[in-house]
């Protein structure tokens, strides 16, 4: 290696061999021992190899990226496109460059919008020339003035001194002395003030040469050199540059700058869709730090076709607090639609939520309600059949299977536009026979789609044929499990289908139960269940057989539904607008805390729609989180002319070994009846004792009025047998009188009608005195013949 040349690597003989490269930090120079080494054995020859090829490698071709070509720039918007410069496809160019043109566009928005402010070019301007004249002045024309006011002022002293010691009447010669000292004291201010402005003339006109005298050179090389008016007003052009850089930090206070500072930043003061989202995150991270005084641990901001979405991450603790002041945020970020933010707890970890601030259309995802073919739907595809979405176009399908479900609203919170989207899936069901029931409104919250029902209950009397008629085929199917071989459960098919009860207004139905009566049961026979009773027996005993039931109501208390608290308990709870005490019954205590704020919503107003139709939805796993979803809707028309396609294509008939359970049994209004039977309106004939009662009071020639002891003897006198006080004797008690033997007979005739009678104040006739009894025109009234009395 010592015969090497480092300059071509290569040995004495001509041989190519590796090149040594010394480490810096290496001796070169061994230490030399005074003891002898001993001899080495020689060393075996090394083999050696050929470093040199044959062909010059080829050249590699293409373009050098550099480091800083891959590196992430500034993103001060935060939206600015991330595409690798490896990767230039014309997709990334055009994103490249709109993001380029919307970065200019924001750069010349923020300059007009700069010129407003005292950092314009025209403030500043004016600034710089009043600081530059500021300087020519300096602090001796500032004390050439002071000394100047100073000696007018001692001036007009002396003379008024001089004024008071010549006129003087008393103490002439004090008033002359003083005198004499103000007319010293004024010459020696004029003194000084003369021998100021002198020093300060001095001293402007020095600085004025340093200052105006470039300027005035620069106008007039310009207007010399460079042909005239343009050269002149390119001079002046560079002089106001000159004093707009003088001028450029304006006189304020730091909160005043900090202010402008934020202004010029383009920190928005309300919210807009088009911002950008680092501008929200400003915003909405100070609201939520300074406002709510939440400790905010990062934000993610994820810009949205309907607005912001916001995963949150809080510092050591819930979104318990910024759930119950969604108000306050909603104050702190003006624009921002109220009752409009959302919150959702995150299911990944308690100190995790979602924020959804929408825009002014956040539903403008929600499609129109799909078109389906009658019977394309089978039971076990309803999960599928969308009558909904959310924010994001995310599709709502509630299955329909062995499952009963709740739509619980306020008045005009959109659950039966909600009910009618999900009608149109159930309709068009192959294996499925819908019915409904409506005591509320007469049928028509179902909508053209009661055409394709098989039955429509309007009346108390039709709901309870319905109700029965699904009980005993709901209990009686269990009996045909093993005959059919269908296991556990009904399985709905075509030839054996399924049956839904869909139920609006249930106030309606639990009031209409609450006046029903029935008579005395023989021995051996069972009182009838109420209608709310037939509801809730079906929901507990009929689902194995494929009976259920989806019920419509303004609420799950006991103020609204009475007893029927196990509303609240059916597996899908869809809730439109509702009250706090609806979601706590539903969802528990701690609901809204995580995101279930239904009672944020706002009901239909005039014609304003807010959020009619839109709700929160339960119903097992897939819709477990406090997301909104609005219904799909579609015109009336639509809606009619499928209703009508699949009320031609054929309703479901019930199966023959079904039909067993209940013969004879006719549903009322199949494809919903005429909208207005006559029969229907027929009155109620009359109780036979009302009848009597006015037989009595015409023969008597209609008196204004009876008191009981005379109406009781006209009723005894027309049937002593049934008004015989003995028969109205309690046991081991005093017989009756006749006034509470006529109240008590009276109440339980007219209680099943909805009426009372009561005893008024009326004049017999003939008499000046009054009497307390029955009056003819309430009587009249009960009957309807009117007020003529």
Known sequence: MNETDERTAETGRGEAVAKVIRLPFADTTPEVSDTPAPEAPAPAP???????????PAPVEGTVFTAAEWELGEDPEGDAPWISPALRTPEGRTARRAYVQRQAR???????????????????????????????????????????????????????????????????????????????????????????????????????????????????????????????????????????RVGRRPDMSPEELEELERTEAGLPDRFEMGMTPRAFEAMLYEALTKEIGVAVHSLQIRP???????????????????????????????????????????????????????????????????????????????????????????????????????????????????????????????DRIIVGIDLGSYGSGFGPYRKCMSAVARTPKEARVVLEWALEIGMGRPKLFDRLGMGLNWEASPERPGITIVLDEFPALVMAAKSETFPEPEEGEEKPLRLDELVKQINLTSLKSDVCVEIASQGVTRDRVGSNMWLAELPVQVMCACDKDDIVQIAGGGAMAQGWRPDRLLPAMGDAVNDASVAYVMAGGDYCEPIPYRACITSDEEADRRATERAAAGLCELDAESRAFVPGVVLPNPGGGD?????????????????????????????????EDELFDQLHGFDPTSWDLDRFVPEGGEPMTKGAVLALVLDKVLAPRGQKWTKETFRPKGSKSTAKGYRLRDLKALIGEGDEA
């Open 106 to 244: 924001r750069r010349v928005r923020r300059w007009v919008a700069r010129q407003r402010t005292p950092r314009g070019i025209v403030p500043a301007t004016i600034r710089g020339g009043v600081r530059i004249h500021r300087w020519v002045r300096g602090v001796e024309g500032q004390n050439a003035d002071a000394a100047k006011r100073r000696a007018e002022m001692l001036a007009l002293e002396a003379e008024r001194a001089a004024r008071r010691a010549q006129f003087a009447l008393l103490k002439r010669d004090a008033k002359a002395k003083a005198a004499d000292v103000a007319q010293q004291q004024s010459s020696m201010a004029l003194v000084q003030a003369t021998a100021a402005v002198s020093t300060a003339r001095s001293k402007f006109l020095q600085r004025a040469a340093a200052a105006y005298l470039p300027m005035a050179g620069i106008d007039v090389a310009g207007f010399v050199f460079m042909d005239g008016l343009l050269g002149l007003g390119a001079g002046v052009l560079v002089n106001l540059s000159v004093l707009a």
């Open 304 to 430: 949205r076709n309907w607005g912001f979405e916001i995963v949150v991450v809080l510092k050591n603790q819930t979104p318990e607090k910024l759930s119950a002041n969604l108000d306050l945020l909603e104050a702190c970020l003006p624009g921002v639609r109220t009752n409009s933010a959302l919150l959702q707890q995150s299911a990944q970890a308690r100190n995790e939520c979602v924020l959804r601030i929408p825009g002014d259309d956040p539903w403008k995802a929600v499609p129109e309600l799909p078109y389906r073919k009658p019977k394309s739907v089978t039971t076990h595809e309803l999960h599928k059949a969308q009558f909904g979405a959310d924010m994001s176009g995310r599709p709502l399908a509630l299955p329909g299977k062995r499952t009963s479900a709740a739509y619980i609203g306020k008045s005009r919170s959109g659950k039966s536009t909600m009910l009618r989207a999900r009608l149109d899936a159930l309709t068009a069901t192959s």
């Open 675 to 707: 909208p207005w039977d006559d029969d229907e309106v027929e009155e109620e004939p009359l109780p036979v004792l009302l009848r009597t009662i006015r037989t009595i009071y015409r023969d008597l020639g209609n008196p204004s009025g009876l008191t």
């Open 46 to 56: 090394a083999a050696r190899v050929d470093m040199t090829k044959s062909e010059p």
